[in-house]
């Protein structure tokens, strides 16, 4: 069964307005998260290390205060995708790693659309 | 630089063909290689792990650090094999970086 829930998973919204993306581990803590974006037909591209009670880590060329993340739980991280405008319309996925060694899980993805 | 390539977008097989899925690498370090699929409408999921050395789907791949390759194999092809692959490699820092992916398609 699923180890992720993200939520929601279909946004559309206008410009100018700001979206909440939640991504919540299931079953386990994670003190790791992570948040990618995938453009259409193109690969996942690492945005950002969730640390539960911490900063989050962010890629280069990735705006810190456009991407607002927050991770206040050791089951809860999200993303605020602040003042949207179309060009940051993509698919957004997070993922968590269950622990030790273990692999990353994913969530199933956030489409967002700014209009 | 950490680098994953996958070179071939798109690869089309007939039902029951062997299948080859390229992945190629770049890390200074002891990698961890992953595969990753992405069935149509569904999240990603891990297919395979190179420490695991174990086989999935009918699915097997070896790391091989002279030629720095870490490619997806499967002798016979089936039609729910079609779907979206990832290579990727774990850093030190447990990030994921990922290969552009190569997208199977298994026709009857």
């Known amino acids: 069964g699923a180890v992720v829930s993200q939520h929601p998973s279909w946004v559309i919204c206008k410009s100018g307005t700001s979206v909440k993306i939640e991504c919540r581990s299931l079953?386990?803590?994670?003190?790791?998260m992570f948040w990618y974006r995938q453009f259409p037909k193109q690969s996942l591209m690492l945005m950002a290390t969730s640390n539960e009670g911490s900063k989050a880590t962010y890629e280069q060329g990735v705006e810190k205060d456009k991407f607002l993340i927050n991770h206040a739980s050791l089951t809860l991280s999200t993303l605020t995708v602040t003042s949207a405008h179309p060009e940051d319309s993509s698919f957004y996925i997070c993922?968590?790693?269950?622990?030790?060694?273990?692999?990353?899980?994913f969530g199933d993805g956030t489409r967002l659309s700014i209009l | 630089a950490q680098r994953v390539t996958q070179p071939e977008k798109l690869l089309s097989v007939f039902k029951g063909a062997p299948v080859e899925l390229k992945c190629n690498y770049s890390y200074s370090g002891s990698p961890e290689l992953f595969w990753y699929v992405q069935y149509s409408r569904q999240r990603l999921q891990l297919l395979l792990r190179?420490?695991s050395r174990e086989s999935i789907k009918g699915f097997t791949a070896d790391l091989n650090k002279g030629e720095t390759s870490f490619h997806l194999k499967k002798p016979f092809a089936q039609e729910e094999d079609s779907a979206m692959y990832y290579c990727a490699l774990r850093s030190q820092t447990d990030k994921l970086i990922f290969g552009t992916g190569t997208r199977l398609q298994v026709f009857p």
């Open positions: 190179h420490i």
């Open positions: 993922s968590v790693i269950a622990g030790g060694n273990q692999p990353q899980h």
């Open positions: 079953d386990f803590q994670a003190t790791t």
